[in-house]
């Protein structure tokens, strides 16, 4: 039984998806943003924009899932997943990074940075695609 078990939890070690291992070296964070309602839309415009040339340009950018609450839009709260602590440290140097963070400096009236362990991820393939 005991080998049983043993060779059970290799077979689904080996089915885990990669990243699922290399989830210990991940950061992940939560931002919670409080914008100046006299610039929600261009927070929102310079976001996007941010998190598009991220994703596209740095491997080391896993999720950046930004939202804001429906009855209090100028609260955003903002996923963060990064491949290393190096490649958030890495992200703070890009020059998109440095031209969202100049730029909505006097946006932000409030900004918390709370780092996380995740418990569990789930999305289905796909989600975000145009069809």
Not at 40 to 48: G, S, T, V, W
Not at 67 to 80: F, I, N
């Amino acid at each position: 039984m005991k080998i049983f078990l043993i060779s059970l939890l290799l077979v689904a070690g080996a089915a885990m998806p990669p990243a699922f291992g290399q989830q210990k070296e991940w950061m992940v964070r939560v931002a919670k943003i409080e914008i100046d309602s006299a610039y929600l839309e261009p927070y929102k415009a310079a976001i996007r924009e941010h998190t598009r040339a991220a994703i596209a340009s740095e491997p080391g950018v896993l999720t950046l899932y930004a939202m804001y609450d429906k009855d209090h839009p100028t609260r955003v709260t903002v996923l963060e997943i990064y491949a290393s602590k190096e490649a958030y440290q890495a992200h703070l140097k890009t020059p998109h990074f440095q031209k969202y963070k100049t730029g909505t400096l006097k946006m932000v009236k409030s900004l918390q940075l709370i780092d996380v362990d995740p418990i569990a991820f789930g999305a289905k393939p796909d989600i975000f695609e145009k069809k």
